[in-house]
């Protein structure tokens, strides 16, 4: 006989464990799964910790059978979103739940009863916590591994979906290119010409002044994502959070700006995928992690681009094609990032034809697809 279901919101250390460490059980046996940092986790998920939280409130629901976790989901309203957007949307995301329709169906009806309690109209996700953080429901692609905060989740997520009446709102697309890659030659020519006829060129980043630059990462992110679908400005706080997290794993060859007359008007961030070595840390770096890292970092072979945007009244001079033939010929071509053997860029939103446009013609191929589900409450 099946014990039954019931939703519980997470209360406490001991519930907040169990949510934080269900997805253990969840992808049990699934060798392409990334176990997070449980700290990480824990901290981006605590109002007193994670500067998000300054402007968004939270409700942590767990899904038990008898004391068992069997899955759960986190409700978010982000108040900057709704104010910059004139909309009462709510949110869902860190969402895990086993291969039983029901169970998501009351996770998501209790969050779908909180956000309608507090005046919300719309239910979206997974935002983890939103648009500027790791989103998307992976929809093609399984056959790939994960990148850093890239999110993945098992084939049957994408039913239990539908099961809970979500539809697709948004479709996120990834792009790769691999060691043998090779832009087309009008490419170079284009990016040549462009850098002769015109005062730019590109620096990379200056970790001495690591604050002052992430601060220009901000204004340039801001100036060419405005009109975008999701677009959320980042704080002050946030922008810092988030140069804290990549100092340790920021290789300043690998982000850099695109100057025009000594003014940065676009910028690339590109990160060495460390979830390699997050697999062999298993949610806990602990007392062994420089030995671990000593011992696996050799594994870590792939880069993730998380950021490339040109400010919008730049974005018809052809600049991607100066940081393509940038990534190509100053660092693959000439070897200094041999170790590398793929660079997955992503993610990039369907509908913007401009930006898609310029990596399908720079040579790169869509290689993942995620997917942002939403309902009316």
Same mark, same amino acid.
């Given at each position: 006989?099946?014990?039954?279901?019931?939703?519980?919101?997470?209360?406490?250390?001991?519930?907040?464990?169990?949510?934080? %460490?269900?997805?253990?059980?969840? &992808?049990?046996? =699934?060798?392409? /799964?990334? #176990? $997070?940092?449980?700290?990480?986790?824990?901290?981006?998920?605590?109002?007193?910790?994670?500067?998000?939280?300054?402007?968004?409130?939270?409700?942590?629901?767990?899904?038990?059978?008898?004391?068992?976790?069997?899955?759960?989901?986190?409700?978010?309203?982000?108040?900057?979103?709704?104010?910059?957007?004139?909309?009462?949307?709510?949110?869902?995301?860190?969402?895990?739940?086993?291969?039983?329709?029901?169970?998501?169906?009351?996770?998501?009806?209790?969050?779908?009863?909180?956000?309608?309690?507090?005046?919300?109209?719309?239910?979206?996700?997974?935002?983890?916590?939103?648009?500027?953080?790791?989103?998307?429901?992976?929809?093609?692609?399984?056959?790939?591994?994960?990148?850093?905060?890239?999110?993945?989740?098992?084939?049957?997520?994408?039913?239990?979906?539908?099961?809970?009446?979500?539809?697709? %709102?948004?479709?996120?697309?990834? &792009?790769?290119? =691999?060691?043998? /890659?090779? #832009? $087309?030659?009008?490419?170079?020519?284009?990016?040549?010409?462009?850098?002769?006829?015109?005062?730019?060129?590109?620096?990379?980043?200056?970790?001495?002044?690591?604050?002052?630059?992430?601060?220009?990462?901000?204004?340039?992110?801001?100036?060419?994502?405005?009109?975008?679908?999701?677009?959320?400005?980042?704080?002050?706080?946030?922008?810092?959070?988030?140069?804290?997290?990549?100092?340790?794993?920021?290789?300043?060859?690998?982000?850099?700006?695109?100057?025009?007359?000594?003014?940065?008007?676009?910028?690339?961030?590109?990160?060495?995928?460390?979830?390699?070595?997050?697999?062999?840390?298993?949610?806990?770096?602990?007392?062994?992690?420089?030995?671990?890292?000593?011992?696996?970092?050799?594994?870590?072979?792939?880069?993730?681009?998380?950021?490339?945007?040109?400010?919008?009244?730049?974005?018809?001079?052809?600049?991607?094609?100066?940081?393509?033939?940038?990534?190509?010929?100053?660092?693959?071509?000439?070897?200094?990032?041999?170790?590398?053997?793929?660079?997955?860029?992503?993610?990039?939103?369907?509908?913007?034809?401009?930006?898609?446009?310029?990596?399908?013609?720079?040579?790169?191929?869509?290689?993942?697809?995620?997917?942002?589900?939403?309902?009316?409450?």
């Amino acid at each position: 006989m099946k014990t039954s279901l019931q939703v519980t919101e997470v209360r406490g250390d001991s519930d907040m464990r169990r949510f934080i %460490e269900l997805p253990w059980r969840i &992808y049990d046996g =699934d060798p392409r /799964w990334i #176990p $997070p940092l449980k700290r990480e986790i824990r901290d981006l998920l605590d109002p007193g910790v994670h500067p998000f939280w300054q402007f968004a409130e939270r409700v942590l629901f767990l899904a038990l059978r008898g004391t068992e976790p069997i899955g759960r989901v986190v409700g978010i309203i982000n108040y900057n979103h709704n104010r910059f957007h004139n909309e009462r949307a709510a949110a869902w995301g860190f969402f895990e739940c086993i291969k039983e329709p029901e169970v998501a169906e009351a996770l998501f009806s209790r969050v779908q009863r909180w956000a309608g309690e507090k005046g919300m109209q719309v239910l979206r996700g997974p935002l983890n916590p939103s648009t500027n953080y790791e989103i998307g429901m992976l929809l093609e692609g399984f056959d790939l591994p994960p990148v850093f905060m890239m999110s993945y989740n098992p084939p049957y997520y994408l039913d239990l979906m539908e099961s809970c009446g979500f539809r697709k %709102e948004k479709d996120l697309l990834a &792009y790769a290119v =691999d060691r043998n /890659w090779q #832009p $087309p030659e009008w490419v170079g020519n284009i990016a040549r010409k462009i850098l002769e006829e015109n005062n730019v060129r590109v620096r990379h980043i200056q970790m001495r002044n690591l604050q002052d630059e992430v601060h220009i990462i901000k204004d340039i992110y801001h100036d060419a994502w405005f009109d975008n679908w999701g677009f959320v400005p980042m704080t002050d706080a946030e922008i810092d959070e988030m140069g804290r997290k990549l100092k340790g794993i920021i290789d300043p060859k690998l982000v850099f700006f695109i100057l025009l007359d000594e003014k940065p008007v676009g910028v690339g961030m590109i990160v060495p995928d460390i979830n390699p070595l997050l697999k062999h840390f298993n949610g806990r770096i602990g007392v062994l992690g420089w030995m671990k890292y000593l011992l696996y970092k050799k594994e870590i072979t792939g880069l993730r681009g998380m950021i490339f945007g040109i400010k919008k009244q730049y974005q018809q001079m052809g600049l991607p094609l100066v940081a393509f033939d940038y990534l190509y010929r100053g660092l693959l071509e000439n070897g200094s990032l041999r170790r590398y053997s793929t660079l997955e860029l992503g993610w990039n939103l369907e509908d913007n034809d401009l930006i898609n446009k310029w990596y399908d013609d720079g040579g790169a191929r869509v290689v993942k697809r995620f997917r942002i589900f939403s309902k009316l409450i």
